[in-house]
C-alpha cells in the first residue's frame, strides 16, 4: 500500500491546501494530512480546530484521515509506516527551503517526499496572507471553503471585540 503524509500547519485550511491534498489522494492509496501541534507557537485557531476543519474538508476523499502531530515529521511517518511526504511548491522560494527540508527527513529517515506543483489559481495563497487580508476586512471567501471563512469571521470578530475593550 503507497501511504503519503500531507504535513502543514493549515491555521486555517485554505483552497490551496485541498487542491494539494486532493490529488495525493489520487496518487496515494491513503494520505494523511498531518498537522503540526507546536505548543510554542501562537495560531490563530487550535490543533482541535484545525483538525476538524480538515476532516470536514476531507469527508469526500475515502482514503484520507487527519492527524496531530509534534516533534519530528519523520517520528511520526516511521510510527506509521509512511514512506512518502507530498509537499505543494508556489513558487521557486518554496522550492530552496523544502528541498532542504526533504533532504534532511531522508538522512533522519526512508522517507521520500514529492512535490506537487500548486495548481495556478491558488499559487499566490498561504494560509498566513488569507489571516493578514481577513483582519483588514478584506474578502478572502473565495480562498477557503465556506464554513471555514464563517469560522474565520467568527475569530477575526472576536479578536478585535477584545482588543477594543
Known amino acids: 500500500m503507497r ?3 500531507c504535513p502543514g500547519s493549515f ?3 485554505t483552497n490551496g491546501h485541498i487542491d494539494i491534498v486532493s490529488r495525493a489522494s489520487f496518487l496515494f492509496d ?5 498537522v503540526g501541534v507546536n505548543k510554542s507557537k501562537s495560531r490563530l ?3 482541535e480546530e484545525r483538525i476538524d476543519m480538515l476532516r470536514r474538508v476531507c ?7 487527519v492527524d496531530g502531530f509534534s516533534g519530528l515529521l519523520t517520528t511520526f511517518c516511521q510510527e ?4 512518502a511526504i507530498v509537499k505543494g511548491l508556489r513558487a521557486v522560494s518554496d522550492f530552496d527551503y523544502e528541498l532542504q527540508m526533504a533532504q534532511m527527513n531522508s538522512s533522519l529517515a526512508e522517507i521520500e517526499t514529492v512535490f506537487v ?14 489571516k493578514e487580508v481577513a483582519t483588514f476586512g478584506g474578502d478572502v471567501s473565495g480562498l477557503v471553503p465556506g464554513f471555514v471563512h464563517e469560522l474565520l469571521e467568527d ?6 471585540s477584545e482588543e477594543g475593550s
Open 117 to 130: 506543483p500548486t495548481s495556478p489559481e491558488y499559487s499566490f495563497l498561504a494560509s498566513s496572507l488569507v
Open 59 to 65: 469527508a469526500d476523499f475515502p482514503n484520507v484521515t
Open 45 to 47: 485557531f487550535s490543533a
Open 30 to 34: 491513503e494520505v494523511v494530512v498531518a
Open 80 to 83: 506509521r509506516d509512511i514512506h
Open 11 to 13: 491555521d486555517p485550511v
Open 3 to 5: 501511504r503519503a503524509v
Open 155 to 160: 475569530r477575526l470578530a472576536v479578536r478585535r
